[in-house]
């Protein structure tokens, strides 16, 4: 009877959850939220926990013991690539450089072929990230036509 009952669970619960899709390539970083006002809420409350980080990848661009020139490196780095974040982290005794913050080793991938000619001993790290910026439209709830 118990094992009767688990299942009965188990699969209205799976008959339950929503269908999700996934979304389409595109090429734009910018991620657009329309969403309830009560997601807006419980953003605020993660927020307010002051947690801004997670699992993702970085593009590691150096390594090595030398601060000045971990320095110059990252110097370059920024010049040419202005709109991607770079991080200069010390990990007794060296110094080390990554750049970018991405929720998939694909999308860090894209930004890995990119710099790869001006450093091409640049490889994929997995660390913590810091919560990319989204873009938040807050959504007016729809009024049903009566019919």
Known sequence: ???????????????????????????????????????FSLLDKRKALGTKNLKGY????????EKAKANEIKAKFCQKYPDVPAYMDYDTPNFSITVGNYRTRLDSYKIYKQIQTDFPNAFI???????????????????????
């Open 1 to 39: 009877m118990l094992k009767r009952g688990m299942v009965v669970v188990f699969v209205g619960g799976m008959c339950a959850v929503k269908p999700v899709h996934a979304q389409t390539a595109s090429d734009s970083t910018v991620k657009e939220i329309h969403a309830d006002a009560s997601i």
């Open 58 to 65: 970085r593009v590691k661009i150096h390594f090595g013991a």
């Open 125 to 147: 790290v997995e660390m913590k990230i810091e919560y990319p910026d989204l873009d938040i439209k807050k959504e007016e709830p729809k009024e049903e036509d009566p019919k």
